[in-house]
C-alpha cells in the first residue's frame, strides 16, 4: 500500500544486528549504558578528527555485521553518509568493505534516509541483507561549518553539540527482530531561519511536515505510538515543534520526545543538547533497538531531522532548509494489531484528531 | 532475478521523460544540438555560479516534468545530488517543489546513483513516477575543488573540464519510451591515485570493477550492447580502463566511449575532456535517451564514474578513490530478445570471452 508520502512494506525488513559507538563525553550522557562501545579519547588514535570520524564509521558497520551474526561478503550494499564534505567518512569507510556502495546526503537526517532506502530496497525483494549507516565528529564538525575549536568561541544559547558517534544497522528480509513497517519520505522545508547557531529551529518544520504526511496518509495518532522520537532539534527546536503540532491540531504528549534533547546530562553543558547524524543514529541503535527488542517498546515512529545548511550557501545570504523522514519500527507486528483494535474502539469514541487548523482545549 | 552486485528489473521502469541545460561552451561541443536548452551565460541571470547551478538544476526538473506531460503533483519523490558541499544545489532546488526529496552523494556517478535508487523505487512498486536529476557547474567546481579562476592557474594535460549543466529523468511505472532493465551497484574502488588534475586515473578502476561484476553476474559480453558509455573517465580515463579491461580478457571495441571524452570538440582545449555530474547526465538526458526513443540504439550500457574526492581528505594525505554504477537501458526489449537468440548462436560458434585472464589474440 502506498500513500502520497508513506509507504507501508509488504514483506518488512526486519533489524537483525545494530552497533553505536560513541566518545567520552558522550559516554558519560544520558545513553551511556546503552551504547556499545565509549571511546577512551575522541580522536580514537587517529591524527585527524576526520579520520577519527571514519575509523567511528567502519567500526560502526563492524559492529553491526558482527552483532548480525553474519559475515561482510552476506551485506550486499552499505547506505551511508555523513556531515563531512563530499561525505567523505562514509565513502572512505566503504572503501574497506568488498560491498557496493550509495551515498546518502540528508545531514542529520541520515539515518533515516539511510533505512528508508534500505527498507525499500529489502522489500523490493533484490536486496537480502544490507547495512545503514552514519555519524559525525564534533571537532570535524565544528571546524567546517563554525569555527577552529582554537578560538574558543562562546556558544550562543541555542547552539547544540554535534555527537561524536556513529551507529549502523543491518537490515535483513529474514530473521528475527524488530521490523520496519512503514516509512515516510520528507520534503525540503524552510520556514526562513538563518542562525547557523539555531539548527533545532530551523529544522523544526520538517519534522512537523513530515508528522503531518505521516498522521494523515496513514490515518493514526500519537496515542498509535509508544514513542515518537526525532533526531535532534534539541530543546528548543522540539518545544517548537510541540508548538507548530499543536497549532496544527495535534498534541505530542509525553510519548515524544527528542533525541538531542536526551541525548547529555544537565551538568554536561550542551545548552540546547546534541546534534549530528550521529546523535539520532546512535540512540536507535542502543536504546531504541535494545528497548524494541526486548518488547519495553512496542511501535516507535523515528523521525531524524536534518538541516540542510553550508557555509557556502550561508555566506551568499541563504537560509537554512530542513529535511526529516520518518519510519515505523515495530516489535512484533501482530500483537501490535490486537492492541491497535483495542485502542481503536477506545479512541473513536473519546476523541477525534482534526487535521490542519488549530485544536480546540 | 538478483545478483551479488546487480539487480534485474521486473517491472522495468519506463523513462517518460528527460531534460538537459548547459552552459554556452557545452552548448558548442559535440553534443550541441542534442540538448534542450543552452544558456547564453553561465551566470544564468544569478549573482554566484552556486545560485546558477542550482537553478540549472530546477530548470532540468522541470523541463523533465513538462516533457513527461505530467504535472510537478504527480512526482512522488525527487532522487538528486550534486559536487557541492552538502549538495547544496540539489536540496536548494527541492526546496521549490512540494515533493518528497532524498539528498544523495556519488560524485560524477550521481546520475547512475540517483537512476539505480529510482528504477528500484519504481520496482519495489511502492512509487509510480519519480525524478533522478544531477548537475555540475565548471565555475563553483573549480573554485571548490582546485583554485579560485581569478588566480588564472595553468591547467595539467591530465585535467578535465567540470561541465555547466544539469540533466533530469523521469521514472514511470508505466507508459510509453526507453526501459531501465538492470542496475549494477559499484564498489568503492582505490588504486592509490591522489593527483586531483587526474580524475580519469582515479576513477578508471572503480568503471573495470564494475563492469567486470556486470558480465560476470549476468553473463553478457561487451557484444551485447549497442553503446557502453562511462561518465567523465575523458580522454586519459578511458584509455586506461580499455587497458584494464583488456587485462581482466574483455576487448572493448568501438562500441565503446566516455560521455567526458565525447563532450567537447577538438579546438575547445579541454585537454583529457569534460567531467562532473552534469557531463554524463546532460549526454544521457539528450542524445541517448534521443537515439533509444528512436531505436537508434537498442541496448545501452551507462556507466558514469564518480571521484569521491575532497579537499579535506586530499590535504590530509588520502588518495582518491572511485565509484561506478551502471545501468541498462533498452529501447525495445522484445525485439531485443530476438536479437540476442539470433546473436546467442552466433556468438557461441565464433569466439568465447574468458573472465579473470588475459585473453588469448
Request: charged share 20%; glycine share 10%.
Amino acid at each position: 500500500m502506498s500513500y502520497n508520502q508513506t509507504i507501508v512494506f509488504k514483506n518488512k525488513p526486519v533489524i537483525i544486528g545494530s552497533y553505536s559507538i560513541v566518545g567520552p563525553k558522550e559516554g558519560k550522557g544520558n545513553f551511556g549504558p546503552y551504547f556499545n562501545y565509549v571511546m577512551k579519547d575522541d580522536s580514537f588514535g587517529e591524527d585527524s578528527y576526520e579520520k577519527a570520524e571514519k575509523k567511528m564509521l567502519e567500526s560502526a558497520i563492524v559492529g553491526a555485521i558482527e552483532d548480525a551474526k553474519i559475515k561482510p561478503k552476506d551485506i550486499q550494499i552499505i547506505l551511508a553518509g555523513d556531515l563531512l564534505n563530499q561525505i567523505i567518512s562514509s565513502s572512505y569507510a566503504a572503501r574497506n568493505f568488498d560491498v557496493a556502495f550509495l551515498g546518502l546526503f540528508g545531514a542529520c537526517s541520515t539515518m533515516a534516509e539511510s533505512l528508508a532506502i534500505g527498507a525499500t530496497f529489502i522489500d523490493s525483494s533484490h536486496f537480502d541483507k544490507l547495512v545503514c549507516a552514519t555519524g559525525s565528529h564534533f571537532s570535524s564538525a565544528e571546524r567546517q561549518f563554525r569555527f577552529p575549536l582554537e578560538l574558543g568561541n562562546q556558544r550562543p544559547p541555542a547552539s547544540q553539540w554535534t555527537v561524536t558517534g556513529a551507529g549502523a544497522t543491518v537490515l535483513s528480509k529474514t530473521g528475527k527482530g524488530p521490523k520496519i513497517t512503514m516509512a515516510t519520505f520528507g520534503k525540503v522545508i524552510d520556514y526562513g531561519v538563518n542562525d547557523v547557531n539555531d539548527m533545532g529551529a530551523a529544522m523544526a518544520p520538517s519534522a512537523m511536515n513530515t508528522m503531518l504526511a505521516h498522521f494523515k496518509d496513514t490515518g493514526r495518532t500519537p496515542d498509535d505510538y509508544d514513542l515518537i522520537v526525532t533526531g535532534d532539534l534539541g530543546k528548543l527546536g522540539s518545544e517548537i515543534l510541540v508548538d507548530l503540532m499543536e497549532y496544527n491540531g495535534i498534541k505530542l504528549g509525553l510519548n515524544y520526545n527528542d533525541c538531542g534533547q536526551m541525548y547529555f546530562t544537565r551538568n554536561q553543558n550542551t545548552l540546547s543538547g546534541g546534534s549530528g547524524c550521529g546523535c539520532s543514529a546512535t540512540v536507535f541503535n542502543s536504546f531504541i533497538i535494545d528497548k524494541l527488542r526486548k518488547g519495553e517498546l512496542k511501535r516507535v515512529l523515528f523521525m531524524p531531522t536534518g538541516a540542510l545548511m553550508s557555509t557556502t550557501a550561508s555566506q551568499q545570504g541563504e537560509t537554512i532548509p530542513g529535511v526529516c523522514h520518518a519510519i515505523v519500527i515495530e516489535s512484533d507486528i501482530e500483537e501490535n494489531k490486537k492492541i491497535d483494535q483495542n485502542k481503536k474502539r477506545r479512541v473513536t469514541t473519546t476523541r477525534k484528531v482534526s487535521y490542519g487548523k488549530k485544536k480546540e482545549a
